[in-house]
């Protein structure tokens, strides 16, 4: 089994700042790619940022220079720090990870369970 659990969502005033982590654990054999997405009421789930196992990162246009993906490759986890919060940018955030299990070697993309955030005006 492979579970990734979400952390540090809240509520927050425009301007403020949060930071999400997120852990993967279970039966894993490495993780690729690391991310995390959006999805606010009525909305598609969207692409916030994604990091590789290299550190190469990738980035909505609507973030960029205000959001910084990270990882730690040898505890499998991925953090968000978020900064300058927009109302708009409330939603679910969901953490999103490219895993190869162990024995079996199939490679899954796991999502977590999502954590709220919300940015008041």
């Known amino acids: 089994q492979v579970q990734l659990v979400e952390s540090g969502g809240g509520l927050v005033q425009a301007g403020g700042s949060l930071r999400l982590s997120c852990a993967a654990s279970g039966s894993i054999f490495s993780i690729s790619a690391m991310g995390w997405y959006r999805q606010a009421p009525g909305k598609q789930r969207e692409l916030v940022a994604a990091?590789?196992?290299?550190?190469?990162?990738n980035y909505a246009d609507s973030v960029k220079g205000r959001f910084t993906i990270s990882r730690d490759n040898a505890k499998n986890t991925v953090s968000l720090q978020m900064n300058s919060l927009k109302p708009e940018e409330t939603a679910v955030y969901y953490c999103n990870a490219d895993i190869i299990r162990v024995v079996t070697l199939r490679r899954n993309v796991y999502w977590g369970q999502g954590t709220q955030v919300t940015v008041s005006s």
């Open positions: 990091i590789t196992s290299g550190g190469s990162t």
